[in-house]
């Protein structure tokens, strides 16, 4: 008796310091990572877009909690993916910026990192979609053989991924260490250094075109889209644009439907609505922007099949899920797509300044909404929170014990996650073509001689030759550099940057 009522006075201490501590004691959550692929803080309708509607993804707000000051660690989908997956800021290491389509895997399969803590906490693990860390040794994969190192290596039990974007070659799918439909008698090859096979390119046949480049984007074509880099052989395993989203959402609720019966997790980074924008024709037309905001309502569809077969399988209720952007928005990438004609009044990143590639907010402050019935409260937090402290909070949640060395930069933020503080991250470095500084609702930008905008995708990159300060309660737009009014301010931010900057000193 008396063991049992120390047992019972226990769990009552444990659920009145950690609140989500008891489903820990019967079941552990299922998780399912959503990432989208350049969908912008003002892209979303829970956000405040009006130009279009994204019902399922407002559904997870509406039933979650919505963050409005959340971050990709990074700009760009490379660097902010692999901060993702390995809770170190990707500047650290290098060779972690934007890669080719056969670039060699950048993850050291012999690190921690988010898929292989929640495997050995007991998770089944699972990727679907864009993936863009590299595959395979030092230089490059072998496509016609066994393509590793890659997902599985690194802690994924299943995966079905693109190596890079849909604007890169190889432009097939891999489903764990074999291309999708490669055939010994139509040996795939893949250059980035120059033309290979006799396949036509965007540059030399425009006529082949269903779609026009509007930058660079101009070599080899496949279904109608000329793409950046050169590749010939392996037209059974070519992918078709209309159906990508298809193939990929259909095998991510495979996953969830061959895993229901224990805990497991999935990280499905749609493609959608990064470049090329060849939206399925059912989307064709939905919204007045063209094929961006069409391909905006196909990755708000992607979510709704993922919601329906939580519902269908009666896992909602134990099931965390989180929706969110590799980076910010970006309008012409590279296509001819009608993006900026019909923009319009729509705002991809709000009222944020900047967006992809761009040290201003708008670079990396994305949509990230959390939701967990009975777990998580509805509503809305403005704690400062980053994908990068996935890593760290994910393993408290779950009771996975990671050496601080494990970490690196990864934070545990759990309690700003589940709602149950309001306070997040003290500081945060941001990537872009420089670093940025994040100490509250201050924003220092460091100085640098780098361009301030990126002429093709007209986009302000929020570089200066002299030290940037922004006010960000006042002044969220970044419009104003109050730095010459801050001098101490400055200083000190600059120094804390440094001392980050030498924390892991490799």
Known sequence: MNVMMTRTACSLLVATLFPWAPAFAQEKPNIVLIMTDDLGYGDVSAYGATALKTPNIDRIAKEGLRFTDAHSSAATCTPSRYALLTGEYAWRKPGTGVLPGNAAL????????????????????????????????????????????????????????MAATGDRVPTIYVENHRAVGGQAADPISVSYGGPIGDWPTGKDHPELLKMHPSHGHDQTIVNGVSRIGYM????????????????????????IEGHKGAPFFLYFATHDPHVPRVPHPRFVGKTALGPRGDAIVEADWSVGEILNALDRLNLTRNTLVIFTSDN???????????????????????????????????????????????????????????????????????????????????????AALLGQAKTGRTELVEEAGALSLRQGNWKYIEPNNKQKINQNTNTELGNDSVPQLYDLSSDPGETRNVASGHPDRVTAMARTLDQIRTRFAR
């Open 232 to 255: 010939t052989g392996g037209t059974a395993a070519l992918w078709k644009d209309e159906d990508m989203a298809d193939v990929f959402t259909s095998k991510a609720v495979s996953f």
């Open 328 to 414: 910010g928005p970006v309008v012409d990438d590279g296509y001819k797509d009608d993006a900026v004609v019909k923009l319009g009044s729509h705002k991809p990143a709000g009222g944020l300044r900047g967006g992809k590639y761009s040290n201003f907010e708008g670079g990396t402050r994305v949509p990230f909404i959390v939701r967990w019935p009975n777990h998580v409260s509805a509503g809305t937090s403005d704690a400062l929170v980053c994908q990068i402290d996935l890593l760290a909070s994910l393993a408290k949640m779950t009771g996975t014990p990671l050496a601080p060395s494990d970490v690196y930069d990864s934070t545990d933020t759990i």
């Open 106 to 161: 950048i993850i050291d399969p012999a690190r921690p990192t988010l898929p292989s803590m929640l495997r050995r906490g007991g998770y089944s693990t699972g990727v679907v979609g864009k993936w863009h860390l590299g595959l395979g040794p030092q230089g490059g994969p072998d496509w016609n053989g066994n393509i590793a190192p890659g997902p599985n290596e690194i802690g994924f039990d299943y995966s079905f991924i």
